[in-house]
């Protein structure tokens, strides 16, 4: 070759090398080798040319191919580009132009190609330096001269290669270069190099048009992950958050949740489908921090995740280098998984690669947000629960936290198959864990030893039953308590403290609430702001109060408060802490007494949300032994303020209990007088919910005994109307006159709530008494004033009486009305027990206007709530209420056997009803041909006093024995004296109801005599 055309200074230290090729010059020495001899002067004549202007150096040519060195990049891009343009103009011998491979090609914009294509590539790095023995002449040696000259190689004739590394160092200056096109190409595993190397192709803005053939390497993945993503369940709505927030430009996302909950396998499930996409030219890389402590671990696990070979220096350089290898990648997505305890780092190292990197994003996962601009936060819930109301096993199995278990169960034991009895079960267990993906897991894996309901009666200790049997797990996730134990160890010890003392509170807690009671040890401190720094390490949860708008309300996950509560125990020294929770919440129970009796909405609710806490407060006191007056007053007093939210929505089941042991430790003390006669008229009213009628009066009337020794008329009155009640349930329609009109004689203290409560009892004891006629003032009058104290729930149980006794009284339609009315309210308010008799009640109407269908939808629903309510009545009731309902539609068996339940069920909870059911049962009996069970009975009835001493019944029992004579009358033989007779009765029996006497009439008997009538037709 030629001497050199110009001796320039051999670059050293830091070097860009260039390495060119001609395309294809064995072939064109085969096709014209004439032409090709003077094209390849002319080409190293303008390459040299060319260099001539520029600090580059040439090294040494080998057959057509030139390698260079340049102190600089940029220079070394620059001349590249111009080669690429200034070869278009050459004057190259027409014969090379005709061959194929140097033919003139134009794009739209003028020409591409002309000539020679000569591929050119462009590395960076810090070669060794070596003196040519026998030329004199410097050349470069080691690995980053190979790398140089794969580059160039990967490349096409006509294409400009930019290492990943050689970019990082121009990329700030395109503008410099004359903006040319830049292309991002991917990652490349280049022959002999044993990392990846990002690639780019530069072009001089004029050929931008140019457009190459894939490289002629194997391109890198674009990823670390699967492409296939593994199992998720759920999550649909997170992933298409992700891919929303990204699609608008967000450059740093952060997924936050408490440990265990879900954020790893979201990220790499994401990373999955987007590397999929192919969406991401510079890769999704994935990159687990777990193990990493300080700067340069992250940069080390970083650099490894996305095959960045780099040189040794301290953290920050190293966080440089992979900032600009990062550039080189173009739009990349780095997820950076489990960074909580890498805060001190973090922000500040992304902060560098978001500014080096322009086209990366992040997606971090943390236990703590990073607090950085732009960052965008997305709050893994947990796992969707079952709705309260699912029992059957395909409403369980539809709940993404069950669906996890079931799979989970099926690794451990392949035979596990959810069964409609066990449902329930795993529905509760998915409950008290929360819903967090890693809680259930390893309950799930305790499947292969242990029964579902074994697992549930274990997770009072749910730490011991909690581990992982998998050699596999991450040593933090192998046990639940691991997993907490994680968090806590990054608190500071303040933190901690207050952490353990919240364990204090139950079913949530208020800002206010947290300051009442919380108190760290220097006691100076701002809790508010622990309490916030908690929050942010998702150690708490925050939400809004429901129903309470623009208040905040914190909680805290169940596996997370009893470990914190396993931390306060080992402190050794809760009681102070006890005793400010306690007295908070009695302060405000003691608050909202009046208006929540008066049943006060805000009232109500917040009662509903505090009720957690006032049940923590009586466990607290009845957990204290010896029992102290003090403690027996805190469980009392607790348990009379929570009557009004139990009797709204229930359970009764609930307090009982509790009740029952207060009472018990009072009975040992001299508690004061008139808390123990309030707390035993509340059990009274608890008993009676529950249709436990002997003892709630037992209860009542010890309490009105002590009422009338300590003069409290007032609230002597409400007892003798409770009692009243209980006396017209079990069927003892006198006493209940009784002791309402003894209540109406004394006075209410000007407590109007109390009023309406004394009319409207006195408006129901009246129907049963003389009929709805009679009735119908008194609870018009009542729901009046209820509607004007405010009460909801009783306004709702009064538009159901005052509906009640309308209907009874034969205007159906304007008792739908308003019982429509009364399920609307109740279901705005939230009233379980309101919805209840709302729907039994639209359903017995709705069966008079011949509704069947819709009103055993209601029905069907009624049984379901008042079980789970507690409400046995209620529950009887339905039942029966389906029984007449199946009636009307003809299928005889099954209202036979609803019949058969109710009356069971109400035998023990309200004869009146269960007579009145029994009737039925025996028309029913009768109706099916079961003529002897029907006739005894019938007699069975026809002895008890109620029967005879209530119009309704007894009209009632006089019209349903037509059921009886109807059948005999079939079986006699046509016109024997024994059909007439059979026949006559029949008649006679359905005149006397058509003509019955209002206090008699009830829809039941209207309901009958339109079943009959027809009846009566076919025997004549
Ligand atoms: N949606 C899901 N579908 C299936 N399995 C899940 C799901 N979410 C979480 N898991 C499983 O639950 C366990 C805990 O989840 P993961 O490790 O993602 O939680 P994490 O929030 O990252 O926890 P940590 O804070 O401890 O890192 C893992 O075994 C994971 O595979
Ligand atoms: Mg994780």
């Known amino acids: 070759?030629?001497?050199?055309?110009?001796?320039?200074?051999?670059?050293?230290?830091?070097?860009?090398?260039?390495?060119?090729?001609?395309?294809?010059?064995?072939?064109?020495?085969?096709?014209?080798?004439?032409?090709?001899?003077?094209?390849?002067?002319?080409?190293?004549?303008?390459?040299?040319?060319?260099?001539?202007?520029?600090?580059?150096?040439?090294?040494?040519?080998?057959?057509?191919?030139?390698?260079?060195?340049?102190?600089?990049?940029?220079?070394?891009?620059?001349?590249?580009?111009?080669?690429?343009?200034?070869?278009?103009?050459?004057?190259?011998?027409?014969?090379?132009?005709?061959?194929?491979?140097?033919?003139?090609?134009?794009?739209?914009?003028?020409?591409?190609?002309?000539?020679?294509?000569?591929?050119?590539?462009?590395?960076?790095?810090?070669?060794?330096?070596?003196?040519?023995?026998?030329?004199?002449?410097?050349?470069?040696?080691?690995?980053?001269?190979?790398?140089?000259?794969?580059?160039?190689d990967a490349g096409h004739g006509g294409q400009v290669l930019l290492s990943g590394a050689a970019w990082a160092q121009v990329a700030g200056m395109l503008e410099r270069l004359g903006r040319p096109s830049v292309r991002v190409l991917g990652n490349f595993r280049l022959k002999g190099i044993s990392e990846p190397i990002p690639l780019l192709e530069l072009l001089p803005l004029s050929l931008a048009d140019r457009h190459f053939e894939s490289l002629r390497v194997r391109e890198e993945r674009r990823g670390n992950l699967p492409e296939e993503p593994g199992d998720i369940i759920g999550r649909e709505e997170e992933l298409e958050t992700l891919r929303l927030w990204l699609s608008e430009g967000a450059r740093l996302i952060t997924i936050m949740g408490p440990g265990g909950?879900?954020?790893?396998?979201?990220?790499?499930?994401?990373?999955?489908?987007?590397?999929?996409?192919?969406?991401w030219e510079g890769g999704v890389w994935w990159c687990d921090l777990?193990?990493?402590?300080?700067?340069?671990?992250?940069?080390?696990?970083?650099?490894?995740?996305?095959?960045?070979?780099?040189?040794?220096?301290?953290?920050?350089?190293?966080?440089?280098?992979?900032?600009?290898?990062?550039?080189?990648?173009?739009?990349?997505?780095?997820?950076?998984?489990?960074?909580?305890?890498?805060?001190?780092?973090?922000?500040?190292?992304?902060?560098?690669?978001?500014?080096?990197?322009?086209?990366?994003?992040?997606?971090?996962?943390?236990?703590?947000?990073?607090?950085?601009?732009?960052?965008?936060?997305?709050?893994?819930?947990?796992?969707?629960l079952p709705h309260e109301e699912?029992?059957?096993?395909?409403?369980?199995?539809?709940?993404?936290?069950?669906?996890?278990?079931?799979?989970?169960?099926?690794?451990?034991?392949?035979?596990?198959?959810?069964?409609?009895?066990?449902?329930?079960?795993?529905?509760?267990?998915?409950?008290?864990?929360?819903?967090?993906?890693?809680?259930?897991?390893?309950?799930?894996?305790?499947?292969?030893?242990?029964?579902?309901?074994?697992?549930?009666?274990?997770?009072?200790?749910?730490?011991?039953?909690?581990?992982?049997?998998?050699?596999?797990?991450?040593?933090?996730?192998?046990?639940?308590?691991?997993?907490?134990?994680?968090?806590?160890?990054?608190?500071?010890?303040?933190?901690?403290?207050?952490?353990?003392?919240?364990?204090?509170?139950?079913?949530?807690?208020?800002?206010?609430?947290?300051?009442?009671?919380?108190?760290?040890?220097?006691g100076e401190l701002d809790v508010l702001g622990i309490v916030q720094a908690l929050r942010s390490k998702s150690l708490l949860r925050a939400g809004a109060s429901e129903g309470m708008p623009g208040e905040l309300r914190l909680g805290m996950y169940e596996s997370i408060r009893e470990y914190a509560s396993a931390r306060l125990a080992e402190t050794g020294d809760s009681q102070a802490l006890i005793g400010r929770h306690a007295e908070h919440y009695l302060a405000m129970a003691r608050e909202l007494r009046g208006p929540a009796r008066g049943g006060g909405v805000e009232a109500l609710r917040r009662l509903m949300l505090e009720r957690e806490n006032l049940l923590a407060v009586c466990d607290h006191a009845l957990a204290s032994w010896p029992p102290t007056q003090e403690s027996v007053k805190r469980a009392l007093e607790a348990l009379v303020a929570l009557e009004p939210d139990i009797a709204s929505r229930g359970p009764v089941g609930i307090t009982l209990p509790r009740l029952d042991r207060a009472l018990e430790q009072a009975g040992t003390l001299s508690a004061d007088s008139l808390l123990l006669a309030e707390a035993l008229a509340v059990r009274g009213r608890a008993y009676l919910e529950t249709g436990q009628l002997a003892v709630a009066r037992r209860d009542l009337e010890r309490a009105r005994a002590s009422l009338l020794a300590l003069g409290e008329a007032v609230r002597e009155k409400r007892i003798l109307v409770d009692l009243s009640i209980v006396a017209r349930?079990?069927?003892?329609?006198?006493?209940?006159?009784?002791?309402?009109?003894?209540?109406?004689?004394?006075?209410?203290?000007?407590?109007?709530?109390?009023?309406?409560?004394?009319?409207?009892?006195?408006g129901i004891t009246e129907q049963v008494r003389s009929g709805a006629g009679a009735a119908i003032p008194h609870l018009h009058e009542a729901l009046a004033l209820f509607r004007a104290v405010g009460d909801l729930t009783f306004e709702v149980l009064f538009l159901n009486n005052l509906a009640?006794?309308?209907?009874?009284?034969?205007?159906?339609?304007?008792?739908?009305?308003?019982?429509?009315?009364?399920?609307?309210?109740?279901?705005?308010?939230?009233?379980?027990?309101?919805?209840?008799?709302?729907?039994?009640n639209l359903g017995c109407c709705l069966l008079d206007v011949d509704r069947p269908a819709e009103a055993c939808e209601h029905l069907e629903a009624v049984v379901e709530l008042a079980r789970q309510l507690g409400m046995r009545i209620v529950e009887g009731c339905a039942r029966g209420e389906l029984g007449r309902a199946f009636l009307v539609s003809g299928a005889l068996e099954v209202a036979e056997s609803h019949l058969m339940s109710a009356t069971s069920i109400l035998a023990q909870v309200s004869r009146w009803h269960a007579l009145r059911f029994a009737l039925h049962l025996a028309a029913v009996q009768a109706s099916r041909g079961e003529v002897p069970e029907a006739r005894r009975g019938f007699s069975a009835l026809s002895r008890a006093p109620e029967i005879k001493n209530d119009p309704v019944l007894r009209e009632l029992a006089v019209l349903l024995y037509a059921t009886v004579d109807l059948i005999e009358a079939r079986a006699a033989a046509p016109g024997s004296a024994e059909a007439e007779r059979s026949r006559g009765e029949v008649r006679q029996r359905l005149e006397r109801a058509r003509n019955v006497p209002l206090e008699g009439a009830s829809s039941d008997l209207r309901g009958w005599l339109r079943l009959l009538e027809p009846e009566l037709r076919t025997l004549e």
């Open 390 to 522: 699912a029992h059957s096993l395909e409403a369980i199995s539809r709940a993404e936290a069950v669906r996890l278990f079931v799979r989970r169960a099926r690794e451990a034991r392949g035979s596990f198959e959810l069964t409609e009895a066990e449902a329930p079960l795993v529905a509760d267990i998915v409950r008290r864990l929360d819903g967090i993906a890693l809680a259930i897991e390893l309950a799930a894996a305790r499947t292969s030893l242990l029964g579902v309901r074994q697992i549930r009666d274990r997770l009072s200790k749910r730490f011991e039953l909690l581990r992982s049997g998998q050699r596999d797990a991450v040593a933090r996730q192998a046990t639940l308590r691991g997993a907490i134990d994680w968090s806590w160890n990054l608190l500071d010890i303040t933190e901690q403290t207050v952490l353990a003392q919240c364990s204090v509170f139950r079913g949530g807690f208020t800002l206010e609430a947290a300051e009442a009671v919380l108190s760290p040890e220097s």
């Open 1 to 152: 070759m030629n001497a050199l055309a110009r001796p320039m200074e051999a670059p050293s230290g830091t070097v860009a090398l260039v390495f060119t090729d001609i395309q294809g010059s064995t072939l064109l020495w085969e096709r014209c080798s004439a032409g090709m001899r003077a094209a390849l002067d002319i080409h190293d004549r303008i390459l040299r040319a060319l260099l001539m202007s520029t600090s580059g150096y040439e090294v040494k040519t080998q057959g057509d191919s030139f390698m260079v060195a340049f102190p600089a990049v940029a220079d070394a891009v620059r001349w590249c580009l111009d080669v690429q343009e200034v070869l278009l103009d050459a004057p190259w011998p027409q014969e090379l132009l005709d061959c194929p491979e140097a033919a003139e090609e134009r794009g739209p914009r003028g020409l591409l190609y002309r000539g020679l294509r000569v591929r050119m590539g462009v590395h960076v790095g810090e070669p060794e330096r070596r003196m040519d023995a026998r030329t004199g002449q410097i050349d470069y040696v080691g690995r980053m001269v190979n790398v140089a000259a794969r580059v160039a």
């Open 804 to 840: 009640l006794a309308i209907g009874e009284a034969g205007r159906t339609a304007e008792a739908v009305g308003f019982l429509e009315e009364a399920l609307a309210k109740a279901l705005g308010a939230g009233s379980r027990s309101g919805q209840a008799f709302a729907r039994l």
């Open 261 to 279: 909950m879900g954020k790893t396998r979201l990220v790499t499930h994401f990373g999955s489908l987007e590397l999929a996409t192919r969406a």
């Open 729 to 762: 349930h079990e069927g003892n329609v006198e006493a209940s006159w009784r002791f309402i009109q003894e209540a109406c004689g004394l006075p209410s203290g000007k407590d109007r709530w109390l009023d309406a409560y004394t009319v409207g009892n006195l």
């Open 290 to 384: 777990t193990e990493a402590t300080t700067l340069e671990d992250i940069c080390h696990v970083v650099g490894q995740a996305l095959g960045v070979h780099l040189n040794s220096g301290a953290g920050e350089e190293l966080v440089g280098q992979l900032g600009r290898a990062l550039s080189g990648r173009g739009n990349a997505l780095v997820i950076l998984d489990n960074l909580e305890h890498l805060l001190q780092h973090v922000p500040a190292t992304l902060r560098r690669w978001l500014v080096l990197a322009p086209q990366a994003s992040f997606l971090v996962t943390s236990q703590e947000s990073l607090r950085l601009a732009g960052e965008r936060i997305l709050d893994l819930a947990p796992l969707g």
